[in-house]
Antibody
Framework: EAHLVESGGGLVQPGGSLRLSCAASGFTFSSYWMHWVRQVPGKGLVWVSRIYIDGSSPNYADSVKGRFTVSRDNAKNTLYLEMNSLRAEDTAVYYC??????????????????WGQGTLVTVSS | DMQMTQSPSSLSASVGDRVTITCRASQNINTYLNWYQQKPGKAPKLLIYGASSLQSGVPSRFSGGGSGTDFTLTISSLQPEDFATYYCQQSYSTPRTFGPGTKVEIK
């Protein structure tokens, strides 16, 4: 069964940097688009970023564009999120998630079928 | 960006009740709509994809419906383990926006 484990979270000062990792196992990592989703404790889910199978064409939420960089190492089965110029509002639990795609009645349905347990990032002085 | 809304934001219900949660998209998303359940301190869990397809292993008391802009998640007979927060998510476009969530609490 697929398994995702995030790491790298912690306390960082405003303006600082942090790199999150998401280690994948139990499936062919290089065959799946991957995403980062974050959640402020007690609040809702917010999509952050997506990366294609080969690491090309990353997408970002407007709130992190220019500050966060998503990447992947398919040889190491690992997804990354490099976070720079961190702000207090970036404080959240960060989840990685696998995107599954399959043919459905309307075309190709996609959904997040596996999630990691999350890693907490706290931006505070 | 696609905006997703959900109603109600919270509800109180009893074990055995039929519960329906509504999700609305700001534009037509066909049936590219997923539902997730999240319990405190846990990662979200996929329940429904493609508006109405039940994810493997999810109890049949969960069902989804709708197309275009209006969607529903129904729990036919609420069980103790169903008390959680439920999120809809559109997969029609990027960013993959989520609804604000509906918290289902014990009456």
């Amino acid at each position: 069964e697929a398994h995702l484990v995030e790491s790298g979270g912690g306390l960082v000062q405003p303006g600082g940097s942090l790199r999150l990792s998401c280690a994948a196992s139990g499936f062919t990592f290089s065959s799946y688009w991957m995403h980062w989703v974050r959640q402020v404790p007690g609040k809702g889910l917010v999509w952050v970023s997506r990366i294609y199978i080969d690491g090309s064409s990353p997408n970002y939420a407007d709130s992190v564009k220019g500050r966060f960089t998503v990447s992947r190492d398919n040889a190491k089965n690992t997804l990354y999120l490099e976070m720079n110029s961190l702000r207090a509002e970036d404080t959240a639990v960060y989840y990685c998630a696998r995107e599954q795609q399959e043919y459905c009645a309307s075309g190709v349905c996609s959904y997040f079928d596996y999630w990691g347990q999350g890693t907490l990032v706290t931006v505070s002085s | 960006d696609m905006q997703m809304t959900q109603s109600p934001s919270s509800l109180s219900a009893s074990v055995g009740d039929r519960v329906t949660i509504t999700c609305r998209a700001s534009q037509n998303i066909n049936t590219y709509l997923n539902w997730y359940q999240q319990k405190p301190g846990k990662a979200p869990k996929l329940l429904i994809y493609g508006a109405s397809s039940l994810q493997s292993g999810v109890p049949s008391r969960f069902s989804g419906g709708g197309s275009g802009t209006d969607f529903t998640l129904t729990i036919s007979s609420l069980q103790p383990e169903d008390f959680a927060t439920y999120y809809c998510q559109q997969s029609y476009s990027t960013p993959r926006t989520f609804g604000p969530g509906t918290k289902v609490e014990i009456k």
